[in-house]
């Protein structure tokens, strides 16, 4: 009879859940090629890692707290991790606590689905000034991050500027924007309720350094500012009136160019925040003595290169936007991780459909998904196909005896020194007992769930009475 | 009568996984799904069997006749995602 193969799985983000889902393949199997197939021809045991005590990775801390309905993906995690295999190691870190080497030793087979936890960088002098930080750290921040809880946010200036045209920027802008009790709901940290209560913003500055055509936000994040109440929306800079003519568009600009002449052509309400969505716009400089002041910004025009692609070109024109708070949102990057092939230029791990590459060959028994494979891009269900096709490449290997096999610990010999390397690991039940208790919390105050936001608090919830009891 | 994908969708595609019609796109081999905001729902093609309803883990199914106020206008996003009017 053959023996389980024993998987690894390096983060419990959306990408490593579904690795371990595909892994752990449930009774309605795997779709692929238009049908759903068994592809899992043997038993599997997965033992997915995480530096977090607690599951689900940029579900809980990258999600905006006002859309608790995309959240409610956390049931198809929840089920694959109740499944007969799983196992959850939290508060473990990969390359402190136990390292690559050693996951390969110990496992038939590793699967990295460390996410891209920095940020790409935005090369302008004055980035380090304090009241500069990543749009990726403010979330972090408002999502209850343990490590980001201690955040130094000051929101008394009454303007704020977010740099970049993406979906945390409209994510950031929007929960700087939103009138104070409209998060109360929700499940955003108690700090950042209480700073945003008393915030002093009033004005957010979106700045695209293209044409709004060229914006990566998607149209429900455009569309949802309309319904902010109390907040005016401006665009300035956009040229999107009816005399301009764009081109052939697909689908979702003509939704984004219709959406962006409708704010345009509103009047002011006099509402008492607004969020001005300023085009063709570059970030030059921060200034400020030892903190932030200001934000200098160049003015652009398009220009098509040989490539009939469309550039940004500093017209030369600047004006001093005077900030308190300048958040950078232009997009989150990939952090190597020890013993484990990088590209810096990408911020991935080099690999071929999920297989790590180093020196120009696949390593046996290594592969990796998500935006550790392909970059932070897609949305939550785009990782479920990379998932699927990474597993589907390890499947092969197991298939055609491509892993090394020799060596592997059992599950029990795993957990044993994994244990006595960090006593406190958070294991399923552990994290069981944090969700019950946030859930509970959250009851009293009518909130989905009142988060635990420092380690020792979710350490102590992981250890303390078991759920229902 | 059709079901609507509204903007909770996170492209999960459980409901296209078990749609008997097959009227949902993009799937995820289809080249547009890696960049797709959403799944849509032909609605020429839907059979109105609510299946897809209780697969999506987000709730972002409804039946066309009953959309939330806020989506009213994705009868006419799903609709023109496959170049027809809703």
Partial sequence: MTRSLRVAIVGAGPAGMYAAGHLLEGPGGTYLDGRLQQLVDRPVEVDVFDRLPTPWGLLRHGVAPDHPEKKLVETVFARTAARPGFRFYGNVEIGHHVHPRELAEWYDAVVYAHGASGDAPLGIPGEDLRGSLSARAFVCWYNGHPDYRDLDIDLSHERAVVIGNGNVALDVARILARPAGSLRGTDIAEHALTALENSGVREIVVLGRRAPLDGAFHNPELEELAHLTGVDIHVEDGDVSGDHDPGPLDQDSRRKLGTLRNYAARTTRGSSKRIVLRFLSSPVRIVGHDRVEGLLVGRNRLELDAEGGRRARATGDEI?????????????????????????????????????????????????????????????????????????????????????????????????????????????????????????????????????????ALLDAASGPPPNS | VAYVIGPACVADYSCLEICPADCIRPRPDDP???????????????????????????????????????????????????????
Wanted: hydrophobic fraction near 35%.
């Fill in chain 1, 320 to 456: 001093l936007l005077e900030t308190g708070l300048v958040l950078r949102a232009t997009g989150y990057f990939g952090t190597p991780l020890p013993e484990l092939p990088y590209d810096d230029r990408l911020g991935t791990v080099p690999s071929i459909a999920g297989r790590v590459i180093a020196g120009g060959h696949t390593v046996p028994g290594r592969y990796v998904t998500g935006w550790a494979e392909r970059g932070p891009r897609g949305i939550i269900g785009t990782n479920k196909k990379y998932a699927r096709d990474t597993v589907r490449s390890l499947l092969d290997d197991a298939r055609h005896a491509r892993l090394p096999l020799p060596g592997t610990l059992t599950a029990e010999a795993v957990d044993g020194i994994v244990r006595s390397r960090q006593p406190q690991v958070v294991d399923h039940n552990g994290w069981l007992r944090i969700d019950d208790r946030e859930r509970r919390a959250g009851r009293a105050a009518r909130r989905p769930r009142h988060k635990l936001t420092d380690r020792p």
């Fill in chain 2, 32 to 86: 547009g799904f890696d960049s797709a905001e959403q799944l849509y729902i032909d609605p020429a093609r839907c059979i109105d069997c609510d299946a897809c309803v209780a697969a999506c883990p987000v709730e972002a199914i409804h039946d066309a006749a009953r959309l939330p106020a806020a989506w009213a206008s994705y009868a006419g996003v799903n609709a023109a995602y496959f170049g027809r009017a809703s």
